[in-house]
């Protein structure tokens, strides 16, 4: 066999301006698996009104952040995919789930690099219905439109694997040197209503949305799915791994949009509170980002270093991504090479069964 790989990530507008951010805004948002209302109810809360005003306002949160080569995210991917192709001799080949390079092109071109497979990654950590699903989800739908009737294998969700914790614990070292009073890891959240919908048992996962009530740490097949579960995995396992106090770091979550319940506690809520316990000197990683992004470079690094400052704190330092560390590169190129790592997105792996109808 001749196996291609497929990095997928999630993607970026085109341009910063108005018009392409609404595009890229619009994709995204109507995925059913971002926002997962019935076709009618997504669309007239996405044109009625979040595409009303939001891409004003993210289009200049993009500007803070874009580069002379575009979007930093992109930009990262790409040199991502060419630095695990310099080490292997399988072909590479890059797609984001919305925008451009698309999905469709990086299947092209392994097509016209003659792979007789594809070995999807999805550069998600975690298990969640609107980045893992949906990537597998459009990746299947793609090929199926191409009629490229080849073994489509997944790289199930790594976020408690050893490979995957060390890189990012490496990635981090240096930041960790400081002096720091607390640690905050801010995961992307996501709506309670999606933990609830890929519990596979129906009952496992309670409906809670403040922190990690003990469904979370009870053995469960929920867990495969559970976005909840899995954040708490990878902390524990990054905590345990860099030595750093059980008192002196929490988790929260961030980006949330609308007002139904999303995983709590919030961000944006606990670096204010934060400084106002004397919490002077924060670290902030956001271990569900392999690559900065709008999420980290803009929300974390310029608003939510205000916020903190605003609050009463001496300096809130962010730390970067993973993004071109030279142990994930390794590990990328280490899983890309190991047919023993991918599952068969038929069968094979319960993290790709037909729970949300992968």
Same mark, same amino acid.
């Given at each position: 066999?001749?196996?291609?790989?497929?990095?997928?990530?999630?993607?970026?507008?085109?341009?910063?301006?108005?018009?392409?951010?609404?595009?890229?805004?619009?994709?995204?948002?109507?995925?059913?698996?971002?926002?997962?209302?019935?076709?009618?109810?997504?669309?007239?809360?996405?044109?009625?009104?979040?595409?009303?005003?939001?891409?004003?306002?993210?289009?200049?949160?993009?500007?803070?952040?874009?580069?002379?080569?575009?979007?930093?995210?992109?930009?990262?991917?790409?040199?991502?995919?060419?630095?695990?192709?310099?080490?292997?001799?399988?072909?590479?080949?890059?797609?984001?789930?919305?925008?451009?390079?698309?999905?469709?092109?990086?299947?092209?071109?392994?097509?016209?690099?003659?792979?007789?497979?594809?070995?999807?990654?999805?550069?998600?950590?975690?298990?969640?219905?609107?980045?893992?699903?949906?990537?597998?989800?459009?990746?299947?739908?793609?090929?199926?439109?191409?009629?490229?009737?080849?073994?489509?294998?997944?790289?199930?969700?790594?976020?408690?694997?050893?490979?995957?914790?060390?890189?990012?614990?490496?990635?981090?070292?240096?930041?960790?040197?400081?002096?720091?009073?607390?640690?905050?890891?801010?995961?992307?959240?996501?709506?309670?209503?999606?933990?609830?919908?890929?519990?596979?048992?129906?009952?496992?996962?309670?409906?809670?949305?403040?922190?990690?009530?003990?469904?979370?740490?009870?053995?469960?097949?929920?867990?495969?799915?559970?976005?909840?579960?899995?954040?708490?995995?990878?902390?524990?396992?990054?905590?345990?791994? %860099?030595?750093?106090? =059980? /008192? $002196?770091? +929490?988790? !929260?979550?961030? *980006?949330?949009? @609308?007002?139904?319940?999303?995983?709590?506690?919030?961000?944006?809520?606990?670096?204010?509170?934060?400084?106002?316990?004397?919490?002077?000197?924060?670290?902030?990683?956001?271990?569900?980002?392999?690559?900065?992004?709008?999420?980290?470079?803009?929300?974390?690094?310029?608003?939510?270093?205000?916020?903190?400052?605003?609050?009463?704190?001496?300096?809130?330092?962010?730390?970067?991504?993973?993004?071109?560390?030279?142990?994930?590169?390794?590990?990328?190129?280490?899983?890309?090479?190991?047919?023993? %790592?991918?599952?068969? =997105? /038929? $069968?094979? +792996?319960? !993290?790709?069964? *037909?729970?949300? @109808?992968?």
């Amino acid at each position: 066999m001749h196996p291609g790989i497929l990095l997928v990530n999630l993607g970026s507008p085109a341009s910063t301006a108005v018009k392409d951010v609404a595009s890229y805004l619009n994709e995204f948002l109507m995925d059913e698996r971002v926002i997962d209302l019935p076709w009618l109810g997504r669309r007239i809360l996405v044109s009625g009104l979040i595409l009303t005003g939001r891409p004003k306002r993210s289009a200049e949160a993009y500007s803070k952040i874009w580069g002379p080569d575009g979007s930093p995210l992109v930009q990262i991917s790409r040199q991502l995919r060419d630095q695990v192709q310099l080490r292997t001799e399988l072909p590479v080949e890059l797609g984001m789930r919305y925008g451009e390079p698309s999905i469709l092109s990086g299947l092209k071109a392994l097509r016209a690099r003659n792979a007789d497979a594809v070995r999807l990654i999805p550069l998600y950590p975690h298990y969640a219905m609107s980045s893992f699903e949906t990537v597998v989800v459009k990746v299947k739908q793609v090929m199926a439109e191409m009629g490229w009737q080849v073994p489509l294998s997944v790289l199930p969700p790594f976020y408690n694997h050893p490979r995957y914790i060390a890189s990012l614990v490496a990635s981090a070292q240096e930041s960790l040197k400081w002096d720091y009073d607390h640690v905050l890891f801010s995961y992307h959240g996501i709506p309670l209503r999606q933990v609830l919908k890929v519990d596979p048992t129906g009952s496992h996962c309670v409906n809670e949305p403040e922190g990690f009530p003990p469904c979370c740490r009870k053995p469960s097949q929920a867990h495969l799915y559970c976005y909840r579960h899995q954040v708490m995995e990878t902390t524990e396992a990054f905590v345990k791994a %860099a030595g750093i106090p =059980s /008192d $002196k770091y +929490s988790i !929260a979550f961030q *980006s949330r949009l @609308g007002r139904t319940p999303w995983l709590r506690p919030y961000t944006d809520f606990e670096l204010p509170r934060l400084a106002a316990e004397g919490k002077k000197k924060v670290l902030i990683l956001s271990p569900s980002f392999v690559s900065d992004c709008l999420e980290t470079l803009e929300e974390l690094g310029i608003r939510g270093v205000e916020l903190f400052t605003e609050a009463g704190g001496d300096e809130l330092r962010p730390v970067p991504c993973m993004n071109l560390h030279p142990d994930w590169i390794k590990t990328l190129v280490d899983w890309s090479e190991d047919d023993k %790592a991918f599952a068969s =997105s /038929d $069968k094979g +792996s319960p !993290a790709l069964s *037909s729970v949300s @109808g992968l």
